[in-house]
């Protein structure tokens, strides 16, 4: 079993940034797997929405178009953590931020950003932007 934990979340200014963090552990994945990584975001009454996802060896890498250019995904493998910075934060990013991991291999924007992928999921951290 892996646990997932999100930090960072908070109240910021449209235009301010914020970075969230995603610790993994319990039976983490083994390094021969280069296994995905991704963040999804989701508003009370709509579809989980993906955001971002690294596998770990930061080879493959995406990102929404909604977020290109302001947000930056990245990992650090020593500590089992995967990062979003997210700068030019704007009203309609406001959400409740996920992370989320599999044990298999994924390749292609279209398998990192389905939902169905993942099978570990954190609880979340509350991203507010105000205008």
């Known amino acids: 079993q892996v646990q997932l934990v999100e930090s960072g979340g908070g109240l910021v200014q449209a235009g301010g940034s914020l970075r969230l963090s995603c610790a993994a552990s319990?039976?983490?994945?083994?390094?021969?797997?280069?296994?995905?990584m991704g963040w999804f975001r989701q508003d009370p009454g709509k579809e989980r929405e993906f955001v971002a996802a690294t596998s770990w060896s930061g080879d493959r890498i995406y990102y929404a178009e909604s977020v290109k250019g302001r947000f930056t995904v990245s990992r650090d493998n020593a500590k089992n953590t995967v990062y979003l910075q997210m700068n030019g934060l704007k009203p309609e990013d406001t959400a409740v931020y996920y992370c989320?991991?599999?044990?298999?291999?994924?390749?292609?924007?279209?398998?990192?950003?389905?939902?169905?992928?993942?099978?570990?999921w954190g609880q979340g951290t509350q991203v507010t932007v105000s205008s």
């Open positions: 989320a991991s599999t044990p298999n291999f994924c390749s292609g924007y279209g398998c990192a950003s389905n939902p169905k992928t993942y099978k570990y």
């Open positions: 319990g039976r983490t994945f083994t390094s021969y797997i280069d296994y995905i």
